[in-house]
T-cell receptor, first 117, second 110 residues
Framework: IAGITQAPTSQILAAGRRMTLRCTQD?????MYWYRQDLGLGLRLIHY???????GKGEVPDGYSVSRANTDDFPLTLASAVPSQTSVYFC????????????????FGAGSRLTVL | EDKVVQSPLSLVVHEGDTVTLNCSYE??????LLWYKQEKKAPTFLFML????IEKKSGRLSSILDKKELSSILNITATQTGDSAIYLC??????????FGTGTSLTVIP
């Protein structure tokens, strides 16, 4: 089934540990995104990538890094997790990239629930 | 700074009621506005609006965009308990970054 796969579904880790959330899409979408969702704050963009080989910072990038080595994969790494990074993380993708190419629709993965103690 | 604001933050209604959810935006070079429904897990796409005054409709849900007022509304008629969810509004900027509002939490009581 075409879509976005995120792993792990849920994870508890100790503060200071390194963690990578994985995201893979099989829709050949150009653009990919990482959001975090917190109660009362909605979905906030962490990092994005408009095409393989490029990445950009969103609204809340501090403490996170991403890479986009190919079209399908967009991992999110927390180098040294802190309790404030406890959240639900959603990976998303869209077919087109760039403001001049027209409208896009975001497709989301099922989310990864991360708890940092 | 690009931003999207939704209201109300939460809403509790009885089955059969009609609800109107609001989304206003400030985004450079507006192209589209998207509505999503989020139940337990990932947001699912409802509508994409690009032109003012043209209503999009799907069953009991409908939505319309007002570019002059920089806003959109999502209407749900004859609400059912299955409509209970968080409804999210998103607007992409020219860099293809999608900005979301905080969402409206709708609870439909039997």
């Amino acid at each position: 089934i075409a879509g976005i796969t995120q792993a792990p579904t849920s994870q508890i880790l100790a503060a200071g540990r390194r963690m990578t959330l994985r995201c893979t899409q099989d829709m050949r979408h150009n653009a990919m995104y990482w959001y975090r969702q917190d109660l009362g704050l909605g979905l906030r963009l962490i990092h994005y990538s408009n095409t393989a080989g490029t990445t950009g910072k969103g609204e809340v990038p501090d403490g996170y890094s991403v890479s986009r080595a190919n079209t399908d994969d967009f991992p999110l790494t927390l180098a040294s997790a802190v309790p404030s990074q406890t959240s639900v993380y959603f990976c998303a993708s869209s077919l087109l990239a760039g403001g001049l190419r027209g409208a896009n629709v975001l497709t989301f993965g099922a989310g990864s629930r991360l708890t940092v103690l | 700074e690009d931003k999207v604001v939704q209201s109300p933050l939460s809403l509790v209604v009885h089955e059969g009621d009609t609800v109107t959810l609001n989304c206003s935006y400030e985004v450079t070079n507006f192209r589209s506005l998207l509505w999503y429904k989020q139940e337990k897990k990932a947001p699912t796409f409802l509508f994409m609006l690009t032109s003012s005054g043209i209503e999009k409709k799907s069953g009991r849900l409908s939505s319309i965009l007002d570019k002059k007022e920089l806003s959109s509304i999502l209407n749900i008629t004859a609400t059912q308990t299955g409509d209970s969810a968080i409804y999210l509004c998103a607007v992409p900027n020219t860099g293809n970054q999608f900005y979301f509002g905080t969402g409206t939490s709708l609870t439909v009581i039997p």
